[in-house]
């Protein structure tokens, strides 16, 4: 009922006060060093680290700026794309249902701002839980000992402060968290890290007579580490010189302490912080050192320069890890990014280790749809309340208060000022007025899609609305919409309402297309034309797609054959892949945050797994290195696996608009990075560790991992260590996986192209990842290189070889096959997965299904993009072929590397409520012939399943787990009841 008053316009007041009371309070800890407010963190929006950069204010906190990519929005909501029709103008903010309470005339401090998404200002463990900002008026200090902070008038003492020392004339952020943290906590522990002692290293000293760059000490330096007016910096010239090695080697090392890299005890600090000048847009990892670590798989973040020497990049590394062990850093190093040809030029004022400590956090969260918030002093007296209506992205709910250079010019009372919408200022005094609530929009906008005659949408008179075409984001200066708009052509519109005093509206956006809708989901991809293709500096242009920058836009899907879209978000777009970047139509990511909306996509993005709904990203692929050949190998070779136990980026086709031009077919696959977790498993991406290749974490831990290595390598791999290795890894996983490597003939694995996952918490057992099997399925291009032809088997256990099949990449397996129950099962399993998920029929029906799915599409696509016809011909059936002839090969070379006996064919059957599991794979069918190796025991286990019961195998065995010595035309059953 109240939103419905708030509509109306209408501004109550606290009615029916008891009384007031005044407080008599002292300088409650004026100077207790508790009351210092904490280290900046006004954050950048999405990005790993931190910066800011400006002059301190008399908090200590460090002004920043914010982020430039909200304000593109156009005050877009987190509702999505339409406007809430319950407006809350900007006014009185006191609640009319508080009219039961007693309320202070005078409050010793009142709330003055309210962020629900916040961008602005992270917490001590980097979380963007929303909070609310309480001010002290006074001249004295006030301490929040005994009051309590609540979101129900029914619930008064919700959540109760500690010891909370608000300064006079000062601020207080608390946050509503839900983690319950009553006490203020001071930054503390801080440890000046800037030693005397550096070191540079290029690729020129790593690889002599290969690598030819440079690094050098800034002009006027002596050295990489120097004094300058008394204080200690460091600073380098790094500039990268084209060579055979393909990549760059440049990094400045600055050591722990003044004797070089001796580790130093850091594990009270939970921040760092480096002040440095790096160039605006230049790429620098910033890693940390630890003892017993390779430099480098050190822990590491990537940080952007600013281009300015006030910069303070704050930089996180994980909480209760082992990764990187804070107990034992033996320094800094500053990598330049390996394949940025620019020279870079970096400079360290000043690098501190800190405990950052923590402002207060509430026991309850806060609702991005409105809400309200009341605080009460000890003797339940409401103190001040504030209601807010819906997040706006950008904006935060804040009180307007007359200041001057920072400081309150009059009284402050609880009802002295109007509350609206304003940028962020955590710890700062809102500058300029607050705006009203986004005008509702009464206007109604055809849906986006295809069109073939033409119509027009009529504005309402009630409506300011402008409107610009072609992807711009609308502003108060766009054209404004008085009467109607013809659209009959091709037209992307994007509009949104201006109206004096208020924040802009959502942007609406709508894409018609005038051609024949597609037989596959359209996507249409709407954004600022000039971040996209200007010939300069957009993001598809020149050799900016080299860059990892994210812009923002709105992307709408259209199933085929629908009329209504089923989702349009705004999110985040950036440009993936490696060397499939160059290429014209280039795959991308796309990532949802809430600095552009909502952080998740809820949508069924692929119909055949109704249980994948939740992402927080997802790729739209241009086929990588099958570009020029093909749409469907790398999604054949990772699909076959359903059920297998394999993770894999699940896929299927569209079509893709930018802007309203066709862009052809791209395939819409599941990200395989940390966000790919939350929609199988449920796992934030914080909740798993994930390693590359070389086993260097992507994200979370590595440490488990190299342990597990590393017994691999030392133990004789009996029996018992076997089991023990399948605690830590999960076995069948592994055997599957490599089973579909082997089967596909991946020849770009496993030195690129793998991935190592877990749940770390609580720690699942590690599993693999398939992803990017570009180079299988008989691709041409591993035809030229020697070394990725032969047999497969000696490909994957090479211990001499090069890259990609180097002992690094081979020793896991190389290990585990010295063990002879585990060898049996490795041959075994890959002998029933050809007759199961790789057999021709299967693999044959897969693909002719992914081809059939694009059929009507593929020629405008062939034409959009110059391809060849007869090269694209040629490898659907080079695909064809090596689909209905790879069984023999891969059981052929399995014989001759193992030096298996001949080949038999053993039928293996279930009857009732279960099944049978060959070593640790569960067969998918009741009966299936299977051909196995002679003299290659094969172990059998009867699994019921639906409350079966096992009773015994057909040839009067009882034990469910048993070994067979396969012979031509046996056949075994297990019986259930």
């Not at 051909?931 to 015994?952: E, N, Q, R």
Request: aromatic share 10%; hydrophobic share 35%; charged share 20%.
């Amino acid at each position: 009922m109240w939103v419905e008053n708030i509509v109306k316009g209408m501004k109550f007041f606290f009615a029916g006060i008891l009384g007031a009371l005044a407080l008599n309070l002292g300088a409650c800890g004026s100077d207790d060093k508790s009351s210092t407010a904490p280290m900046d963190e006004l954050s950048s929006g999405s990005e790993d680290y931190l910066f800011s950069s400006g002059e301190e204010n008399s908090n200590g906190l460090v002004s920043g700026s914010s982020d430039s990519s909200v304000d593109s929005l156009a005050g877009t909501s987190s509702n999505s794309l339409t406007s809430s029709a319950e407006d809350l103008s900007a006014g009185s903010a006191t609640d009319p249902t508080a009219d039961t309470v007693v309320a202070l005339k005078n409050p010793p401090v009142i709330f003055t701002e309210v962020d629900l998404v916040n961008l602005s200002y992270k917490d001590e463990e980097g979380g963007d839980a929303g909070w609310v900002e309480v001010y002290n008026p006074a001249d004295t200090a006030v301490n929040l000992k005994g009051y309590y902070l609540t979101n129900s008038k029914a619930e008064q003492t919700k959540f109760q402060f500690g010891n909370v020392v608000v300064l006079p004339k000062s601020h207080m952020i608390v946050y509503l968290s839900g983690r319950n943290l009553p006490d203020y906590v001071a930054p503390h522990d801080t440890v000046n890290l800037l030693s005397s002692y550096c070191e540079g290293e290029t690729d020129a000293v790593n690889y002599p007579g290969r690598g030819a760059s440079e690094i050098k000490p800034l002009d006027g330096a002596s050295d990489f580490c120097f004094v300058e007016n008394g204080v200690n910096r460091a600073g380098a010239q790094m500039i990268p010189v084209k060579s055979t090695l393909g990549y760059y080697v440049l990094s400045l090392t600055i050591g722990s302490t003044n004797e070089g890299r001796v580790p130093v005890d850091l594990s009270k600090a939970n921040q760092f912080q480096l002040k440095a000048y790096i160039p605006k847009d230049h790429e620098v990892y910033f890693k940390i050192l630890q003892k017993g670590f390779r430099e480098i798989k050190s822990w590491n973040k990537m940080l952007v320069g600013t281009g300015d020497s006030n910069t303070v990049y704050s930089i996180r590394p994980p909480l209760h890890s082992d990764y990187p062990n804070l107990a034992e850093i033996t320094g800094l190093r500053l990598d330049k990014d390996y394949h940025d040809s620019l020279a870079t030029v970096i400079k360290v004022f000043s690098y501190i280790a800190y405990s950052r400590g923590n402002e207060p956090h509430a026991n309850f969260k806060s609702k991005k749809d409105g809400g309200s918030l009341y605080l009460f002093n000890g003797e339940k007296q409401l103190v001040d309340s504030v209601m807010y209506p819906a997040a706006v992205i950008g904006k935060t709910w804040s009180r307007e208060i007359a200041a001057v250079n920072g400081v309150v010019v009059g009284a402050v009372t609880s009802t002295s000022a109007k509350w609206g919408f304003a940028n962020a200022t955590p710890y700062g005094e809102t500058v300029g007025a607050v705006e009203n609530a986004p005008q509702t929009v009464k206007t109604e906008f055809p849906n986006s899609g295809f069109y073939s005659a033409p119509f027009s949408i009529a504005f309402g008179t009630d409506d300011e609305i402008r409107c610009e075409k072609g992807g711009t984001v609308p502003t108060a200066t766009s054209p404004l919409m008085v009467t109607s708009l013809k659209i009959d052509t091709t037209t992307v519109l994007r509009c949104a309402t201006f109206e004096n005093g208020a924040v802009p509206g959502n942007v609406i956006n709508r894409t018609y297309v005038f051609e024949d809708q597609p037989t596959v989901a359209s996507v249409f991809i709407t954004g600022d034309p000039l971040q996209m293709f200007h010939a300069d500096s957009g993001l598809f242009m020149n050799e900016n797609f080299w860059g990892d920058k994210e812009i923002p836009v709105n992307i709408e899907l259209l199933e085929a054959g629908q009329k209504v879209s089923g989702f349009s978000e705004n999110a985040g777009l950036a440009i993936s892949g490696n060397a499939t970047r160059t290429w014209a139509k280039k795959s991308v990511e796309i990532t949802f945050r809430e600095k552009y909306g909502k952080n998740k996509l809820d949508y069924v993005l692929f119909p055949e797994f109704p249980d994948l709904k939740k992402f927080k990203s997802f790729k739209l692929r241009n086929n990588g290195n099958n570009y020029h050949f093909d749409y469907i190998r790398d999604m054949l070779a990772s699909s076959i696996t359903e059920g297998l136990g394999i993770d894999y980026q699940h896929g299927r086709a569209s079509i893709v608009f930018y802007n309203g031009e066709y862009y052809g077919i791209h395939n819409i696959r599941e990200s395989s990075n940390k966000n790919y977790y939350l929609a199988k498993y449920n796992l934030d991406g914080d909740q798993v560790d994930i390693l590359n290749s070389s086993a260097e974490s992507i994200t979370g831990s590595p440490v488990d991992f190299i342990a597990l290595t590393n017994f691999l390598l030392t133990k004789t791999m009996t029996d018992e260590d076997v089991a023990t290795v399948n605690e830590q890894m999960d076995l069948n996983n592994f055997i599957n996986y490599y089973a579909a490597e082997i089967f596909a003939n991946n020849r770009d694995w496993p030195g690129n192209n793998r991935k190592v996952w877990r749940g770390s918490n609580p720690k699942t057992p590690w599993k693999w990842f398939m992803y990017d099997t570009d180079m299988a399925f008989d691709n041409s291009q591993t035809d030229k290189q020697e070394n990725l032809k032969g047999n497969i088997f000696e490909f994957v256990t090479a211990a001499n070889s090069g890259w990609p099949n180097n002992p690094e990449f081979t020793q896991h397996l190389r290990m585990l096959l010295k063990n002879e129950n585990f060898k049996a099962a490795f041959i075994n399993q890959i002998a029933a997965i050809l007759c199961m998920n790789f057999s021709a029929e299967r693999v044959v029906a897969r693909m002719e299904k992914l081809k059939a799915a694009i059929a009507a599409e593929v020629a405008r696509d062939q034409k959009r993009w110059s391809k060849n016809v007869a090269t694209m011909t040629e490898h659907e059936g080079r695909i064809k072929t090596f689909a209905t002839t790879r069984q023999d090969v891969v059981r052929n070379e399995m014989k001759e590397h193992f030096a298996l006996g001949e080949m038999v064919d053993v039928t293996l059957a279930s009857s009732g409520n279960g099944n049978v599991q060959v070593h640790y794979l569960p067969l998918d069918k009741s009966s299936l012939k299977i051909k196995f190796f002679k003299g290659t025991p094969v172990t059998l286990t009867a699994v019921p399943k639906d409350g079966g019961i096992f009773i015994g195998w057909s040839d009067g065995v009882k034990d469910a787990t048993r070994t067979i010595d396969p012979e031509d035309g046996l056949k075994i059953t297990a019986n259930f009841k």
